[in-house]
């Protein structure tokens, strides 16, 4: 558990309250729960409103983006049930299906980015999660391919939204010291639903000889469980700290309190144009979409095609599915894993850059060993170690969170960077050509070059925000007449934290430091879902689960 705000600080040398910035124009909503001075809040009480937020917040961030990612993972599990033969997918055609979806995405980020700042968050969500359940659904009744390019498309549109409004959730409801690991925690849904997914896949696969294929039913029945979630999520989610009846107005009081510290404020529904051009003149924020580019060029490809490269070493398609347990279960150790080091350490892109090394080797082993019998397993290995890219997507996500501020400069920069995360991942899945299996040593080669380009963009990124967070503390230690140390930090009251001013404009704002280890050791095992436990756990399941088939036909195929 995080410690409280340190929001007020007993010595011989005052809290630093830094001039009153330009562009002050506070959300009125807002203002009436906080008031000029920090309320401080001991840590006792401060562990009670983290829990009672998760049981609102995280649950419903987390069941959410299991959805997304299950819904938009249906067609990597079709791919090998027989889609591609039922709806008469030819050549490219399968990789269109795959890039489609990200052009809906591209063009519903910005018009649903200044919606996210106009609407309330959670009735806005859920609806878009409605809308996306009838449109998988409706996928059951694509037998071509212009069919399928409809419904992908329109999947793509209704879930532009997602991820930049757990973006907003996160900086509204929880600490700068609490987002990294949290952020991992939803985003590493993507390794729960490859394991989940890969079972439903697998038992769907058994339904042969009806009037519906296997892959049709897979879509109905994702489609309508996801209809359900977005009523519930419409009734149980709040807006906001301010605006949710759940919680009495005390609890609310201390729940916007509690984020002061964080100097991204909570809401501003008025539109500044010149936050705006700040956010497109930032090279910081040019780093964050270059980010978003290289890292999505190589997440987006392997997750369209993995089940094409896994049945590729040799293995079947009801082996394959099972697989993807062990694969989900390794994508949630790294995501966690990474968070859970970039959080103790309080090097976020240090992370970054040592979690490229895993996939570079695994990449040159698929690059190098062609596939056999005997070569079959170690390439598997090699192509788990390229999941460790998974989790740069997480901690990219988690800076943005923690390190962009005013509420229109922050949803540029979210309209901004996802439009760059949508045409990554529409661009990735035509880097496997059809003309380059079963190998695809082509897009192999264009990975190597994206991990290059990732490390460069990530060390120019450090270099900006170090000395960017150097010459505010310059600044209010000049003030201040202290050395310019971390502990400056500590002089600072927050008074502007609810100003809605940006990063840039804002004296007190700077890189968060690094979290309690406490905080993580409780938070990890002590929430339901429990992510590590589960990877661990799943990791022997698995294993039970395919080695049978893998034994059985040992003879024949090892």
Same mark, same amino acid.
């Given at each position: 558990?995080?410690?409280?705000?340190?929001?007020?600080?007993?010595?011989?040398? @005052?809290?630093? #309250?830094?001039?009153?910035?330009?562009?002050?124009?506070?959300?009125?909503?807002?203002?009436?729960?906080?008031?000029?001075?920090?309320?401080?809040?001991?840590?006792?009480?401060?562990?009670?409103?983290?829990?009672?937020?998760?049981? %609102?917040?995280?649950?419903?961030?987390?069941?959410?983006?299991?959805?997304?990612?299950?819904?938009?993972?249906?067609? @990597?599990?079709?791919?090998?049930?027989?889609?591609?033969?039922?709806?008469?997918?030819?050549?490219?055609?399968?990789?269109?299906?795959?890039?489609?979806?990200?052009?809906?995405?591209?063009?519903?980020?910005?018009?649903?980015?200044?919606?996210?700042?106009?609407?309330?968050?959670?009735?806005?969500?859920?609806?878009?999660?409605?809308?996306?359940?009838?449109?998988?659904?409706?996928?059951?009744?694509?037998?071509?391919?212009?069919?399928?390019?409809?419904?992908?498309?329109?999947?793509?549109?209704?879930?532009?939204?997602?991820?930049?409004?757990?973006?907003?959730?996160?900086?509204?409801?929880? #600490?700068?010291?609490?987002?990294?690991?949290?952020?991992?925690?939803?985003?590493?849904?993507?390794?729960?639903?490859?394991?989940?997914?890969?079972?439903?896949?697998?038992?769907?696969?058994?339904?042969?000889?009806?009037?519906?294929?296997?892959?049709?039913?897979?879509?109905?029945?994702?489609?309508?469980?996801?209809?359900?979630?977005?009523?519930?999520?419409?009734?149980?989610?709040?807006?906001?700290?301010?605006?949710?009846?759940?919680?009495?107005?005390?609890?609310?009081?201390?729940?916007?309190?509690?984020? %002061?510290?964080?100097?991204?404020?909570?809401?501003?529904?008025?539109?500044?144009?010149?936050?705006?051009?700040?956010?497109?003149?930032?090279?910081?924020?040019?780093?964050?979409?270059?980010?978003?580019?290289?890292?999505?060029?190589?997440?987006?490809?392997?997750?369209?095609?993995?089940?094409?490269?896994?049945?590729?070493?040799?293995?079947?398609?009801?082996?394959?599915?099972?697989?993807?347990?062990?694969?989900?279960?390794?994508?949630?150790?790294?995501?966690?894993?990474?968070?859970?080091?970039?959080?103790?350490?309080?090097?976020?892109?240090?992370?970054?850059?040592?979690?490229?090394?895993?996939?570079?080797?695994?990449?040159?082993?698929?690059?190098?060993?062609?596939?056999?019998?005997?070569?079959?397993?170690?390439?598997?290995?090699?192509?788990?170690?390229?999941?460790?890219?998974?989790?740069?997507?997480?901690?990219?996500?988690?800076?943005?969170?923690?390190?962009?501020?005013?509420?229109?400069?922050?949803?540029?920069?979210?309209?901004?960077?996802?439009?760059?995360?949508?045409?990554?991942?529409?661009?990735?899945?035509?880097?496997?050509?059809? @003309?380059?299996?079963? %190998?695809?040593?082509? @897009?192999?080669?264009?990975?190597?070059?994206?991990?290059?380009?990732?490390?460069?963009?990530?060390?120019?990124?450090?270099?900006?925000?170090?000395?960017?967070?150097?010459?505010?503390?310059?600044?209010?230690?000049?003030?201040?007449?202290?050395?310019?140390?971390?502990?400056?930090?500590?002089?600072?009251?927050?008074?502007?934290?609810?100003?809605?001013?940006?990063?840039?404009?804002?004296?007190?704002?700077?890189?968060?430091?690094?979290?309690?280890?406490?905080?993580?050791?409780?938070?990890?095992?002590?929430?339901?879902?429990?992510?590590?436990?589960?990877?661990?756990?799943?990791?022997?399941?698995?294993?039970?689960?395919?080695?049978?088939?893998?034994?059985?036909?040992?003879?024949?195929?090892?």
């Amino acid at each position: 558990m995080a410690n409280a705000p340190q929001v007020t600080h007993e010595d011989d040398i @005052g809290s630093y #309250t830094a001039p009153v910035p330009k562009n002050v124009q506070k959300d009125e909503e807002t203002a009436a729960y906080v008031g000029q001075s920090a309320v401080p809040i001991d840590e006792k009480t401060n562990k009670e409103l983290f829990w009672t937020i998760n049981r %609102r917040i995280l649950a419903c961030i987390v069941g959410t983006y299991f959805c997304q990612s299950l819904d938009k993972g249906t067609l @990597g599990f079709a791919s090998i049930m027989g889609i591609r033969t039922d709806a008469h997918l030819v050549g490219q055609q399968f990789s269109w299906l795959g890039t489609i979806l990200y052009m809906g995405v591209l063009v519903g980020e910005y018009p649903t980015n200044l919606l996210l700042q106009k609407l309330p968050v959670a009735k806005y969500l859920a609806t878009n999660v409605f809308l996306w359940g009838i449109v998988i659904a409706c996928s059951a009744a694509a037998k071509d391919f212009k069919a399928m390019m409809v419904v992908r498309f329109l999947l793509g549109l209704f879930e532009s939204c997602v991820q930049p409004a757990f973006i907003i959730m996160t900086t509204m409801w929880y #600490t700068k010291s609490e987002q990294t690991v949290l952020t991992s925690l939803w985003y590493c849904m993507v390794g729960v639903q490859l394991m989940v997914g890969g079972i439903i896949a697998w038992g769907a696969s058994h339904f042969v000889g009806h009037a519906i294929y296997s892959w049709q039913l897979l879509f109905l029945a994702l489609g309508l469980l996801t209809c359900v979630w977005g009523l519930f999520i419409g009734w149980w989610l709040p807006d906001s700290p301010m605006s949710a009846k759940c919680f009495t107005e005390d609890q609310k009081r201390l729940m916007v309190e509690r984020v %002061r510290s964080n100097e991204t404020g909570i809401q501003n529904k008025t539109y500044k144009v010149h936050q705006t051009f700040e956010a497109i003149k930032d090279p910081v924020i040019w780093c964050y979409v270059m980010l978003q580019i290289t890292s999505t060029l190589v997440i987006g490809g392997l997750g369209v095609f993995s089940n094409i490269i896994i049945s590729s070493f040799g293995f079947t398609v009801l082996q394959t599915q099972l697989l993807n347990i062990a694969q989900g279960a390794v994508t949630i150790m790294v995501m966690v894993g990474g968070a859970t080091l970039a959080q103790t350490t309080g090097q976020t892109l240090l992370v970054m850059h040592v979690w490229t090394i895993p996939p570079i080797i695994g990449t040159a082993i698929i690059y190098s060993i062609p596939p056999s019998p005997s070569t079959r397993i170690g390439l598997l290995i090699a192509f788990y170690c390229t999941q460790f890219f998974l989790a740069e997507g997480n901690l990219v996500f988690s800076l943005i969170s923690r390190n962009v501020a005013g509420q229109t400069k922050k949803s540029t920069t979210l309209a901004i960077t996802f439009v760059a995360w949508a045409a990554g991942n529409m661009t990735a899945p035509q880097i496997f050509q059809a @003309g380059d299996a079963p %190998r695809y040593k082509k @897009g192999f080669t264009a990975h190597f070059c994206l991990y290059v380009l990732f490390n460069i963009f990530a060390a120019v990124l450090r270099v900006l925000l170090t000395r960017r967070n150097k010459e505010k503390r310059q600044a209010a230690a000049n003030a201040l007449a202290i050395e310019a140390t971390e502990q400056v930090d500590e002089k600072i009251s927050h008074p502007h934290a609810f100003e809605d001013l940006t990063d840039k404009e804002n004296p007190d704002f700077s890189k968060p430091k690094m979290a309690k280890a406490h905080f993580i050791r409780e938070l990890i095992p002590a929430h339901g879902l429990c992510m590590l436990s589960l990877a661990h756990l799943s990791l022997p399941f698995s294993t039970a689960l395919i080695l049978p088939s893998v034994c059985g036909y040992a003879g024949r195929m090892l």
